[in-house]
Nanobody
Framework: QVQLVESGGGLVQAGDSLRLSCAASGRTLLYAMGWFRQAPGKEREFVAG????????DYADSVKDRFTISRDNGENTVYLQMNSLQLEDTAVYFCAAGTTAALLGSHTARSWGQGTQVTVSS
């Protein structure tokens, strides 16, 4: 069983940066980890994922070159550095864990955090 707790969300202005953290407990070392988001009235969508070794990553086209995912297996934590935030990035961001094939391949996850709100204002 994997437990995930996100933090770091907040209200920022367009163009600002924000870093989200996800503290994981349980057997996460060999899991791929990732971030998804859900905006009001929209379906949850994949944002970024990272393989257990930290070397392979995947990003949604909408966040490439602006967001960076990383993980610290010693601290059991995954991060999402978000730069040049845009109004369209406003959403609840969810941390996720799953197999590499599922998370980086089909963009699905086995475990979820409770979410953290990110609001970008003009």
């Amino acid at each position: 069983q994997v437990q995930l707790v996100e933090s770091g969300g907040g209200l920022v202005q367009a163009g600002d940066s924000l870093r989200l953290s996800c503290a994981a407990s349980g057997r996460t070392l060999l899991y791929a980890m990732g971030w998804f988001r859900q905006a009001p009235g929209k379906e949850r969508e994949f944002v970024a994922g990272i393989r257990w070794n930290g070397r392979d990553t995947d990003y949604a086209d909408s966040v490439k070159d602006r967001f960076t995912i990383s993980r610290d297996n010693g601290e059991n934590t995954v991060y999402l550095q978000m730069n040049s935030l845009q109004l369209e990035d406003t959403a609840v961001y969810f941390c996720a864990a799953g197999t590499t094939a599922a998370l980086l391949g089909s963009h699905t996850a086995r475990s979820w955090g409770q979410g953290t709100q990110v609001t970008v204002s003009s």
